[in-house]
C-alpha cells in the first residue's frame, strides 16, 4: 500500500488505450471488492468497463442490491449519493469526477424549496393537502425534505405509479426539480393542463395568486434539463415529412410538445428496450442524450434499423462526460493502493430521511 493517495494529475495525460489496460487490470486485482454501474449517457470509453449499465431506477436497484465493499458509481452526483444512502453502512460509494454534477438537479436547493414550503403554508395547509415528489435527479437534502414531509422520490420510469401513490394519500403534489416529467406524467394520467401551475422559485409566491394555488392540483417546479430542452416540435414535424413510417421516440425530460408529437415516451431504459425489439428495418429519431443515441445506432445497424438523433445540433450530458477512462483508471488504481479517493457520502441525519422517501419508492 502507497502512503498517500496517487495524484491524479499524471493521469490526465494517458491515451484511453492506456486507461483501458489499466482499468482492466486494477478490476482484476480488486475482484469483487468493487463493482461499476454506468449510466446509459456514459460515454463509450467508460460504458465498456460497467459491471451494471441502466437507468436511474434500474442503478439505484443495483446499488441497495450490492455486496461489493466499493461502489463506483460512473454517472453524476445524485446517483452516487443515492448509492451511498441506500446500500450498508460499510459499502462506500464513489464518483470518478466529483464535478460531474446534474444541471436540473442544481435547480432546486433545501433553502428554496424550505421556502416554497412555508408560502404555501401560508395558503393552505400544505402537510395535511400536498405530497412533496422529488425527482431522482435531485440533492440528497431534497430527497431527506420529502421523507419528512410524507413524500416520495420518482424516476423517469415510475414516475405516473409514484403520483399515483402520492394523490391517493393528498390532494396536491409539489413535484421538483423538473417541470417536464411533472407535466408529461400529469398529463398522461388525465390530469387537464390547466390544473398544473408553475412555481418559479425565483419569485415570491411561486409567481402565483392565491386562487391559482387553491386551485392547482400539481404545482410544478420552474426546473428543466437544457440537454433535453433542445429538442423541438419541427425537429419531428420535418422527421415526419421525409421519413412517414418512422417512429419518435422520446425521454419524458423532453417538453410537452414534444412528448405530444412522439409515439413513445419513456426513460432511457425503456427507450432502449422499444427500439431493440421492435421490427428490423425499421427507423427511430430519438429525443435523448447523444452518448445512448450514438450506441443505439452502432448496435442496431446489424438489425438493419436506423437510429437518429432529435436535435440538429449536439445535445450531451456534459457534466456526465466528465467522467472520463483517465478518471476511473485514477479511482481504481488508488482502491487497489488501498486509498478511497473521491468518496461521496451523505450526512447520517441527511441520509436516514432520505432512506425513509428512497424506500417508499423502492417499495412500490
Ligand atoms: P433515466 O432515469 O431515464 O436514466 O434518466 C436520468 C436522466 O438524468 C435523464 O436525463
Ligand atoms: Fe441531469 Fe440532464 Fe444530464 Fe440527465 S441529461 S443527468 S437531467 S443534466
Known amino acids: 500500500m502507497s502512503a498517500t493517495a496517487l495524484d491524479l494529475q499524471p493521469y490526465a495525460s494517458l491515451d484511453d488505450r492506456d486507461c483501458d489496460k489499466r482499468i482492466i487490470k486494477a478490476k482484476q486485482a480488486l475482484g ?14 467508460v460504458f465498456k468497463h460497467a459491471d451494471y449499465s441502466g437507468d436511474s431506477l434500474k442503478l439505484s436497484r443495483e446499488a441497495a442490491n ?7 458509481f460512473c454517472g453524476v452526483h445524485f446517483m452516487a449519493e443515492v448509492a451511498d444512502i441506500i446500500s450498508r453502512p460499510d459499502q462506500i460509494s464513489i464518483i470518478p469526477d466529483l464535478s460531474a ?35 431522482i435527479n435531485s440533492a440528497a437534502d431534497l430527497k431527506s425534505f420529502c421523507g419528512s414531509h410524507g413524500g416520495i422520490v420518482c ?30 406524467t400529469g398529463v398522461k394520467m388525465g390530469i387537464p393542463l390547466e390544473d398544473m401551475v408553475i412555481w418559479d422559485y425565483d419569485q415570491p409566491m411561486g409567481g402565483l395568486e392565491t386562487e391559482q394555488i387553491r386551485q392547482a392540483k400539481m404545482i410544478l417546479w420552474k426546473g428543466f434539463c437544457s440537454v433535453h430542452q433542445m429538442f423541438k416540435p ?10 412517414p ?17 412522439s409515439d413513445y415516451v419513456g426513460s432511457t431504459e425503456y427507450i432502449i428496450k422499444t427500439i431493440t425489439d421492435s421490427e428490423p428495418g425499421s427507423h427511430w429519431l430519438v429525443g435523448t442524450e447523444l452518448n445512448l443515441v450514438n450506441r443505439l445506432h452502432q ?10 438523433f432529435m436535435s440538429p445540433m449536439v445535445c450531451m450530458c456534459s457534466t456526465m462526460f466528465r467522467v472520463d ?40
Not at 423517469?156 to 396536491?172: G, M, V
Not at 413510417?245 to 408529437?261: M, T
Not at 442496431?300 to 437518429?308: E, P, R, S, Y
Request: charged share 25%; glycine share 4%.
Open 32 to 45: 469483487n471488492r468493487v463493482v461499476i454501474l454506468g449510466h446509459h449517457y456514459q460515454r463509450d470509453e
Open 66 to 72: 450490492s455486496e461489493a465493499e466499493y461502489i463506483v
Open 101 to 135: 454534477g446534474c444541471a436540473m438537479a442544481d435547480m432546486a436547493n433545501l433553502e428554496q424549496v424550505e421556502r416554497a414550503w412555508a408560502e404555501l403554508s401560508s395558503v393552505l395547509d400544505a402537510d395535511e393537502c400536498i405530497t412533496p415528489v422529488t425527482y
Open 155 to 184: 424516476t423517469s420510469t415510475n414516475a405516473q405509479k409514484i403520483l399515483d401513490w402520492s394523490f391517493s394519500r393528498r390532494e396536491k403534489v409539489l413535484f421538483f426539480p423538473d417541470q417536464h416529467l411533472g407535466r408529461n
Open 234 to 243: 419541427e425537429h419531428i414535424e420535418n422527421f415526419k415529412r421525409e421519413v
Open 245 to 261: 413510417d418512422g417512429k419518435v421516440i422520446s425521454h419524458p425530460e423532453a417538453s410537452y410538445e414534444v412528448c405530444q408529437l
Open 299 to 308: 448496435t442496431l445497424a446489424k438489425d438493419n434499423k436506423t437510429v437518429q
Open 325 to 364: 477512462p483517465q478518471h476511473l483508471a485514477w479511482v481504481l488504481e488508488n482502491l487497489v493502493a488501498g486509498h478511497v479517493v473521491n468518496q461521496v457520502s451523505v450526512a447520517e441525519d441527511v441520509a436516514n430521511n432520505a432512506r425513509t422517501a428512497l424506500q417508499r419508492m423502492l417499495e412500490i
